[in-house]
């Protein structure tokens, strides 16, 4: 029996290195399939991603208080989850916490009346949506949004449909490991095995996924940069009280739609544990693995639907 053919490409989106894998494609039609996967992520980063200098959410910074912004079906679409997912979540998923985010980025301490200064500015609650027309608005000044937490992911859902459309069966879609879409059967196997690095020791896994017609999403208070070539930290603020989530930490998730892994991966990070367990209830066919780096340790937990197994 002959081997499939592999064709796979490199190329920057959403400010990482993107590697596209497609299997048991003759080169032609890959080369045209990768082409419009590649057209389709540069239209959503133009729509929603803060590291295109020119995207509209960008110019919808700061708009004045009340005034009503039309955007594409993506953008509202992205919208509408966002919201789900901060209804969901108790206000523990919100997009809109930019300026405390800033300011937490170029600070370590804040006075009482600044936090609550920038906390007026925050709050999915004060955005108000209007389905029918495509359009939406700020109900304080000096907002605005930020899907970083969910873009990638919302692109792999995207990408994930388009590959099915073109049928696609044996696929690998890597954002440098923070979202991972794996489609179909690896070449050698049943499943794509899929690794969460050991951030201080990047050439060991704290853990595996089997992966077949799934996401894995990553999420922390601090990432691993291949342009940086090394651990960077991340500002994570709990919309609660305001301030950033303490400690070395991530979150992955593996699911079946990208979307609700980056909820997932992001919400876990802020909730207590009793919170947690609740919103565990209502989930199924999700893994969800934590990892936080003590100093002469790590403390990992997975989560497997409603049953918990931890390695200490």
Request: aromatic share 8%; net charge negative.
């Amino acid at each position: 029996m002959s081997e499939p053919t592999i064709h796979s490409e490199t190329f920057v989106m959403f400010g990482l290195n993107t590697d596209i894998v497609l299997v048991g494609v003759d080169d032609e039609r890959a080369g045209r399939i990768i082409e419009m996967l590649k057209d389709e992520l540069a239209r959503l980063e133009l729509e929603i991603s803060r590291s295109n200098p020119s995207s509209f959410v960008l110019k919808t910074d700061h708009s004045p208080k009340g005034k009503w912004i039309k955007c594409s079906p993506d953008f509202f679409d992205v919208l509408l989850l966002c919201s789900d997912f901060y209804e969901m979540s108790n206000g523990a998923y919100d997009i809109t916490m930019g300026p405390l985010t800033e300011w937490w980025s170029i600070t370590d301490a804040t006075s009482p009346k600044e936090l609550q200064a920038r906390m007026q500015q925050c709050g999915f609650d004060k955005v108000e949506l209007d389905p029918e027309h495509l359009r939406f608005r700020f109900m304080e000044e000096g907002m605005q949004f930020d899907f970083s937490t969910i873009e990638l992911a919302y692109a792999l859902d995207l990408l994930k449909l388009l590959l099915r459309d073109e049928a696609v069966e044996n696929a690998i879609v890597n954002f440098e490991e923070r979202a991972v879409l794996a489609l179909g059967h690896h070449p050698a196997g049943e499943a794509w095995p899929i690794g969460i690095r050991n951030m201080q020791d990047t050439h060991e896994f704290l853990q595996f996924f089997e992966m077949k017609d799934t996401a894995c999403i990553t999420d922390g208070t601090y990432f691993l940069s291949e342009e940086a070539a090394g651990l960077q930290p991340r500002v994570v603020v709990s919309p609660e009280n305001g301030e950033p989530v303490e400690g070395i930490k991530t979150v992955s998730v593996k699911t079946g739609a990208a979307t609700m892994g980056a909820f997932l991966a992001r919400v876990w990070l802020i909730l207590p544990e009793n919170d947690k367990s609740i919103l565990a209830e209502q989930l199924q066919d999700i893994e969800i693995f934590e990892a936080e780096y003590l100093d002469d340790d790590i403390r990992t937990k997975l989560t497997i639907l409603n049953r918990e197994e931890e390695d200490e």
